[in-house]
T-cell receptor, first 116, second 109 residues
Framework: KAGVTQTPRYLIKTRGQQVTLSCSPISGHRSVSWYQQTPGQGLQFLFE???????NKGNFPGRFSGRQFSNSRSEMNVSTLELGDSALYLC???????????????FGSGTRLTVV | DAKTTQPNSMESNEEEPVHLPCNHS???????IHWYRQLPSQGPEYVIHGLTSNVNNRMASLAIAEDRKSSTLILHRATLRDAAVYYCIPRSGNTPLVFGKGTRLSVIA
């Protein structure tokens, strides 16, 4: 079956611009989480959505936002980009709340964002 | 969040068993212990999770200490494909996964 799909794979943006990243979870998964990975800070949790509602939020500034659609697809947006936002952004989905045996989070391959 | 301590790195010979330790002395009674790994240039991958008893699946075994303050992920026969960073993550309910620095496992042919 198809895994978690993130688009685009690579992105180069200029400081001050905004960016939208997309994540399509595994079919039937209702939980989608976003993470930022940098060499210095490692994997940091951004936010999680479950059935279109934000369930958890990490410690990131308000420039980082997200949403989830009725088909469980999710987008995250970063406004007023800074050089420090350059990172690998990872999306993960899980089958929590579906009544099926939980099989952990499945991560996508990520979107590599470079801010210049 | 429970604090975890893992070795920064470990090395194993191919086809030998590997025991990856994790200390989580502040774990709460409702925290499950999750293990994920991240292969080079990929997103993390779920390995296994457990609460109190030892757990086995096709990828690995998880041995949990009786007092739950530590656990060990066991790869029965390491392959080159098992070279990755391994993360031990206590997690309760629907709280997010909080990744630490993990253990970088190198496998030598």
């Amino acid at each position: 079956k198809a895994g978690v799909t993130q688009t685009p794979r690579y992105l180069i943006k200029t400081r001050g611009q905004q960016v939208t990243l997309s994540c399509s979870p595994i079919s039937g998964h209702r939980s989608v989480s976003w993470y930022q990975q940098t060499p210095g800070q490692g994997l940091q949790f951004l936010f999680e959505y479950f059935s279109e509602t934000q369930r958890n939020k990490g410690n990131f500034p308000g420039r980082f936002s997200g949403r989830q659609f009725s088909n469980s697809r999710s987008e995250m947006n970063v406004s007023t980009l800074e050089l420090g936002d350059s990172a690998l952004y990872l999306c993960a989905s899980s089958n929590e709340g579906t009544g099926r045996k939980w099989r952990g989070y499945t991560f996508g391959s990520g979107t590599r964002l470079t801010v210049v | 969040d429970a604090k975890t301590t893992q070795p920064n790195s470990m090395e194993s010979n191919e086809e030998e068993p590997v025991h990856l330790p994790c200390n989580h002395s502040t774990i709460s009674g409702t925290d499950y212990i999750h293990w994920y790994r991240q292969l080079p240039s990929q997103g993390p991958e779920y390995v296994i999770h457990g609460l109190t008893s030892n757990v086995n699946n096709r990828m690995a075994s998880l041995a949990i200490a009786e007092d739950r303050k530590s656990s060990t992920l066991i790869l029965h026969r390491a392959t080159l494909r098992d070279a990755a960073v391994y993360y031990c993550i206590p997690r309760s309910g629907n709280t997010p996964l909080v990744f630490g620095k993990g253990t970088r496992l190198s496998v030598i042919a």
